[in-house]
Nanobody
Framework: QGRLVESGGGLVQAGGSLRLSCTTSELTFSNYAMGWFRQAPGKEREFVAAASSRGSLTSHADSVKDRFTIARDNANNALFLQMDSLKPGDTAVYYC???????????????????WGQGTQVTVSS
């Protein structure tokens, strides 16, 4: 089992919802800024959402703003991505990522993160 483990992916119809989770038993979760990224076939990995280490600051890509919400539960070492109003264009493998950071900062670049999960597939049918 890796440092980060995602779950919650699946097949859903357009307009539906999914909630992704990411947990760790190896990292001191509250010391890490966290992010969600996704990668569709033939495309580069792209930023979806990020949260600072304490969760007081979040950011979301324009393409998912008002539909997706990132949240974290530091007491239970868990990161979430609530995805509503899903579209076929959201179909991708979704990855969570971690970067050691104690400042109130969010990170949006793939190369900003040190640890990655194995990914969970999200498929949205039309």
């Amino acid at each position: 089992q890796g440092r980060l483990v995602e779950s919650g992916g699946g097949l859903v119809q357009a307009g539906g919802s999914l909630r992704l989770s990411c947990t760790t038993s190896e990292l001191t979760f509250s010391n890490y800024a966290m992010g969600w990224f996704r990668q569709a076939p033939g495309k580069e990995r792209e930023f979806v959402a990020a949260a600072s280490s304490r969760g007081s600051l979040t950011s979301h890509a324009d393409s998912v703003k008002d539909r997706f919400t990132i949240a974290r539960d530091n007491a239970n070492n868990a990161l979430f991505l609530q995805m509503d109003s899903l579209k076929p264009g959201d179909t991708a493998v979704y990855y969570c990522a971690a970067r050691w950071a104690l400042t109130t900062t969010t990170y949006t670049g793939v190369h900003d993160y040190n640890y990655w999960g194995q990914g969970t597939q999200v498929t949205v049918s039309s």
